[in-house]
Antibody, heavy 129, light 105 residues
Framework: QLQLQESGPGLVKPSETLSLTCTVSGGSISTSSYYWGWIRQPPGKGLEWIGSIYYSGSTYYNPSLKSRVTISVDTSKNQFSLRLNSVTAADTAVYYC?????????????????????WGRGTLVTVSS | DIQMTQSPSSLSASVGDRVSITCRASQSISRYLNWYQQKPGKAPNLLIYAASSLQSGVPSRFSGSGSGTDFTLTIGSLQPEDFATYYCQESYTNTFGGGTKVGIK
């Protein structure tokens, strides 16, 4: 059974880089069945999609975060990672990784439409000095 | 940008009640709308995708409807384990609604 687990530092200083890894178990990350993504949730608030990656390395990012985000994949380790630079207190959140299922495509393009099928448990990252 | 507005933001209901939650998109999203349930301290769980398709393993008391800009999640007969926060998500830009907290009356 597919499982996802986030890992990384729980505390990051302002202006530094937040780095998290999601380890996929119970299945291969190199599958055509899924994209892989990151979503975050500030304490007591709603959900925000950060970005997604395919095992081939193709990425999609939330435009509001795109200038600060890098998502990468390591198929040899069955992991994908998130880097968010120049963090501030507003980046304090629970960060989730998830598997994304493509259920359609945008008309006239290859842009996939996803739902977030399976989520990791999440990890709280606090930005504070 | 697509804005997703859920209403109400919270509601109180009793076990056995029929509950409906609405999600409105700022522009047409066809049927590219998904619903999630989140319990305190837990990750969200997919309930409905493509507006009305029930995810495998989700009880049949959950149903979804709508297209274009207006969507509804209905819980046919509220059970104790259904008290949670519910979120919609559109698949054009992956924007989530603000959530609807379903509490005990």
């Amino acid at each position: 059974q597919l499982q996802l687990q986030e890992s990384g530092p729980g505390l990051v200083k302002p202006s530094e880089t937040l780095s998290l890894t999601c380890t996929v178990s119970g299945g291969s990350i190199s599958t055509s069945s899924y994209y892989w993504g990151w979503i975050r949730q500030p304490p007591g608030k709603g959900l925000e999609w950060i970005g997604s990656i395919y095992y081939s390395g193709s990425t999609y990012y939330n435009p509001s975060l795109k200038s600060r985000v890098t998502i990468s994949v390591d198929t040899s380790k069955n992991q994908f990672s998130l880097r968010l630079n120049s963090v501030t207190a507003a980046d304090t959140a629970v960060y989730y990784c998830a598997s994304l299922v493509t259920y359609s495509y945008a008309s006239g393009s290859y842009t996939p439409y996803w739902f977030f099928a399976l989520w990791g448990r999440g990890t709280l990252v606090t930005v504070s000095s | 940008d697509i804005q997703m507005t859920q209403s109400p933001s919270s509601l109180s209901a009793s076990v056995g009640d029929r509950v409906s939650i609405t999600c409105r998109a700022s522009q047409s999203i066809s049927r590219y709308l998904n619903w999630y349930q989140q319990k305190p301290g837990k990750a969200p769980n997919l309930l409905i995708y493509a507006a009305s398709s029930l995810q495998s393993g989700v009880p049949s008391r959950f149903s979804g409807s709508g297209s274009g800009t207006d969507f509804t999640l209905t819980i046919g007969s509220l059970q104790p384990e259904d008290f949670a926060t519910y979120y919609c998500q559109e698949s054009y830009t992956n924007t989530f609604g603000g959530g609807t907290k379903v509490g005990i009356k």
